[in-house]
C-alpha cells in the first residue's frame, strides 16, 4: 500500500503545480485539500483491508461484511469532506475534484504495474455435446 501512496502522492503534487499555474493562490489549497481526501481516502481503505483479512482468518463473512462497511465509510468520509472543502471553507471545486481524480489514476497505475497476465484457460470438451 506504501508504493500506491507515494504514487498517489506524486499525482497530487503533480495536480498541485497544474492547478497553481492557472489559478495561483487560489487553486493551490483547493488542489492540495482534493488530494488529501484522496490520500485519507487510500489510508482508510488500506486500514479496512487490514482489519478484515484479520477478521477473515476466523470468520470470513465477518471479513466481507467489514469490506463493506469500509466501503460506505469512505463513501460517507469523501462527501463530507466536499460538503466542508466547498461548503465551509469556500474553496474552488474544480481543483478540488480534478486534484482528486488525478490521484484516484494511482488505482489504476498501481493495478497495471502489479497486474498478473492473464493465461487463456482450456476449457474440457464434452464429446457428448459434440455428438
Known amino acids: 500500500m506504501r508504493s500506491l501512496l507515494i504514487i498517489q502522492a506524486s499525482l497530487v503534487l503533480i495536480g498541485v503545480a497544474i492547478s ?3 489559478l495561483a493562490n487560489d487553486g493551490l489549497l483547493s488542489a492540495a485539500y482534493g ?17 478484515a483479512g484479520e477478521m477473515a482468518e476466523d470468520n470470513p463473512e465477518s471479513g466481507v461484511l467489514t469490506l463493506y462497511l469500509g466501503v460506505v465509510q469512505r463513501f460517507i468520509f469523501v462527501l463530507v469532506m466536499f460538503a466542508v472543502g466547498m461548503g465551509l471553507l469556500k474553496l474552488s471545486p474544480p481543483p478540488m475534484l480534478g486534484t482528486f481524480a488525478l490521484a484516484q489514476l494511482a488505482y489504476m497505475l498501481f ?21
Do not use: E, W
Open 35 to 51: 488530494g488529501a481526501i484522496a490520500l485519507a481516502n487510500t489510508v482508510l481503505l488500506s486500514r479496512r483491508l487490514d482489519s
Open 20 to 22: 497553481f499555474y492557472y
Open 111 to 131: 493495478g497495471s504495474k502489479h497486474a498478473k497476465p492473464m493465461q487463456a484457460k482450456k476449457m474440457p470438451v464434452d464429446d457428448a455435446a459434440n455428438k
